[in-house]
Antibody, heavy 118, light 111 residues
Framework: QVQLVQSGAEVKKPGSSVKVSCKASGGTFSSYSISWVRQAPGQGLEWMGRIIPILDIPKYAQNFQGRVTITADKATSTAYMELSSLRSGDTAVYYC???????????WGQGTLVTVSS | QSVLTQPPSVSGAPGQRVTISCTGSSSNIGAGYDVHWYQQLPGTAPKLLMYGNINRPSGVPDRVSGSKSGTSASLVITGLQAEDEADYYCQSYDSSLSGSIFGGGTKLTVL
């Protein structure tokens, strides 16, 4: 059973960046894919990208290319998602989840609320 | 606008049956990619409800079933219970976008 624990809520100014962490326990961190999915208030789910730690090669959704960076630290079993050039429309709950690439998302983190406000 | 289309809402009385549809295209569901379903209760993370079109994870009751045909998939819940009231999302993969995609979500109301 994999558990994903995310970092706490953030409040950011427009134009700045945010970095959210996702620490995994259980399973073999390097072997599964970690995806990031966001959900704006009252809206649906949106896949942002993923990384397979053992390959250390990220893949990003077209909507976020150039603004998102996903990394993984195998030593600490922690994945990171950094989003830059923040705007009010980026206010959302950001989830990490295992899976992606056509597979389902098995396990989910608890979510991290990022609020972008001047 | 989501690549996969779901009805915004469905409803049913306790004990009844509801169907939630998920319509895609030839670059996702129609291309043979699996459809997965999630249930999201208010204020919580999504929970995997159905994977690989028809498979239930451990703990999901057998009154929940899934199917897929052509460019569409469906989630059926029979014997509706108050605890089924939630948002439901379908998910697949799109070869044109080279990434995972979600439906816009369907709010299920138990009357």
């Amino acid at each position: 059973q994999v558990q994903l624990v995310q970092s706490g809520a953030e409040v950011k100014k427009p134009g700045s960046s945010v970095k959210v962490s996702c620490k995994a326990s259980g399973g073999t961190f390097s072997s599964y894919s970690i995806s990031w999915v966001r959900q704006a208030p009252g809206q649906g789910l949106e896949w942002m990208g993923r990384i397979i730690p053992i390959l250390d090669i990220p893949k990003y959704a077209q909507n976020f290319q150039g603004r998102v960076t996903i990394t993984a630290d195998k030593a600490t079993s922690t994945a990171y998602m950094e989003l830059s050039s923040l705007r009010s429309g980026d206010t959302a709950v950001y989830y990490c989840a295992t899976g992606g690439g056509g597979r389902n998302f098995d396990y989910w983190g608890q979510g991290t609320l990022v609020t972008v406000s001047s | 606008q989501s690549v996969l289309t779901q009805p915004p809402s469905v409803s049913g009385a306790p004990g009844q049956r509801v169907t939630i549809s998920c319509t895609g295209s030839s670059s996702n569901i129609g291309a043979g990619y699996d459809v997965h379903w999630y249930q999201q209760l208010p204020g919580t993370a999504p929970k995997l409800l159905m994977y690989g079109n028809i498979n239930r994870p451990s703990g999901v009751p057998d009154r929940v079933s899934g199917s897929k045909s052509g460019t569409s998939a469906s989630l059926v819940i029979t014997g509706l219970q108050a605890e089924d009231e939630a948002d439901y999302y379908c998910q697949s993969y799109d070869s044109s976008l080279s990434g995972s995609i979600f439906g816009g979500g369907t709010k299920l109301t138990v009357l």
